[in-house]
């Protein structure tokens, strides 16, 4: 039986970690907006969601791809704030009336709510083209690296990953899925953000292919392994920590993997997938990578 506690995995190696890269992240983040040349009320906006906190673990895979391949880059940062811009678009869009109508997000009121459905569509279209040009003006990288990075940031954001998952995902709602159809739906929808950070750390690493293929296999896992979680606190989560409403999935009548595997079934499938994304990245010279502290906190994550 998994122990959903978030401290069991939130040893003092990752907490030091992530606590020192968001520190460095939130004012390139607050940067890339602030100096826009744009209207106020669409920079508070977009500032309000991405200033509301958060967890940040797909920047902080960037950096964790990085720590423990041994490698450092300039551009580090501005990776992690342009891929920070897209998920945070997304949640925005998500909160929407006509996608999940969500009131609250991040134990704050939701981006609509706040500015209007109009203002908050257009925060999240502006934040979503705004990131490719965050990548575009980062230091030291090639127009080589430009290229790989904005070319799979498309793909993995787009119809072939996050969006083509939320559509999948939407369609399904008050069907029965299959578990590997269910899969299928958050290996684009969450997984393919997830996977683009993992990914992007490779790619401004320099890692070797061989290397390249493990991180990858073990982002598809903690992919499914967050979705997993996310359903999971869905239904036990306590709604003052996880910062919005439990129970809306089955409000919604969305598949999860505690309605099609049951709640214990879920959890098994949660250790499996920790398991095999651990077992990826077992080529790693450091006994007690980040990667493997990023796996285990989003297992025992409670928010």
């Not at 704030?81 to 925005?92: G, K, Q």
């Not at 009131?103 to 569509?121: C, F, Q, S, W």
């Not at 980062?138 to 430009?146: G, I």
């Not at 009548?253 to 920790?274: C, D, F, S, V, W």
Request: glycine share 6%; net charge negative.
């Amino acid at each position: 039986m998994i122990r959903l506690r978030e401290e069991i995995a939130m040893n003092e190696k990752l907490k030091d970690f992530m606590e020192s890269r968001i520190s460095e992240l939130s004012p390139v983040l607050e940067v890339a907006v602030k100096t826009l040349d744009t209207e106020s009320r669409l920079k508070e906006s977009m500032l309000y969601s991405l200033t509301a906190g958060g967890k940040r673990i797909r920047p902080l895979l960037i950096s964790g791809v990085l720590h423990d391949l041994g490698k450092v880059h300039p551009a580090e940062l501005h990776v992690g704030a342009a891929l920070e811009m897209i998920h945070t678009y997304s949640l925005i869009h998500d909160d929407l009336p006509a996608m999940d109508d969500d009131d609250l997000r991040r134990g704050k009121p939701t981006n609509h709510k706040v500015y209007g459905e109009a203002t908050a569509i257009l925060a999240g279209d502006a934040m979503l083209t705004e990131s490719f040009s965050v990548i575009g003006k980062a230091p030291s990288l090639t127009d080589a690296e430009k290229l790989e990075l904005i070319l799979l940031l498309t793909r993995t954001a787009g119809a072939e990953g996050m969006v083509g998952g939320q559509v999948l995902d939407m369609d399904a709602e008050q069907k029965k899925l299959s578990e590997n159809e269910l899969e299928n739906v958050h290996r684009l929808k969450t997984g393919a953000l997830l996977t683009f950070a993992v990914e992007a750390g490779a790619i401004l690493a320099k890692a070797k292919a061989t290397d390249r293929e493990q991180l990858r296999r073990y982002a598809r896992h903690i992919g499914i392994a967050f979705q997993i979680q996310d359903d999971i606190l869905d239904v036990v989560g306590d709604e003052k920590v996880t910062g919005k409403k439990t129970g809306a999935d089955a409000e919604q009548g969305k598949n999860t993997y505690p309605a099609i595997l049951t709640m214990e079934g879920a959890r098994q499938k949660l250790l499996h997938h920790h398991t095999e994304a651990v077992k990826a990245i077992s080529f790693l010279k450091d006994p007690d990578p980040i990667l493997r502290l990023i796996a285990d906190y989003i297992i025992h994550r409670v928010s």
